[in-house]
Nanobody
Framework: VHFVESGGGLVEPGGSLRLSCEASGSLFPIDDLGWYRQRPGKEREQVATVSPWGGPSFGPSVLGRISISRDNNAKDTVYLEMKNLKPEDTGIYYC?????????WGQGIQVTVSS
């Protein structure tokens, strides 16, 4: 699976970001598609994922501050909207695709929340 991740960067506390991930090249339909993150000194954790029929799943550390949507028509793309960002949201955000129980990872993009 090939990923095109975009939307990361530097944002001030309280700001917003939109991350996009376009997944392609899978021989089979992608099951769950979404975002994980790895914050400094912590293990990789779920941010949010979306099932093929649009059902979202959110990680506990971001509840209430994010939304996720998926467009799986022409190209399978997932959009993550994050608001009220905090310095502890800083980390590398990875796109993840689940295809028939196999996990595929994007290369990751940096999100830095700092004034």
């Amino acid at each position: 699976v090939h990923f095109v991740e975009s939307g990361g960067g530097l944002v001030e506390p309280g700001g917003s970001l939109r991350l996009s991930c376009e997944a392609s090249g899978s021989l089979f339909p992608i099951d769950d598609l979404g975002w994980y993150r790895q914050r400094p000194g912590k293990e990789r954790e779920q941010v949010a994922t979306v099932s093929p029929w649009g059902g979202p799943s959110f990680g506990p550390s971001v509840l209430g501050r994010i939304s996720i949507s998926r467009d799986n028509n022409a190209k399978d793309t997932v959009y993550l909207e994050m608001k009220n960002l905090k310095p502890e949201d800083t980390g590398i955000y990875y796109c993840r695709a689940l295809v028939r129980l196999a996990t595929w990872w994007g290369q990751g993009i940096q999100v830095t929340v700092s004034s």
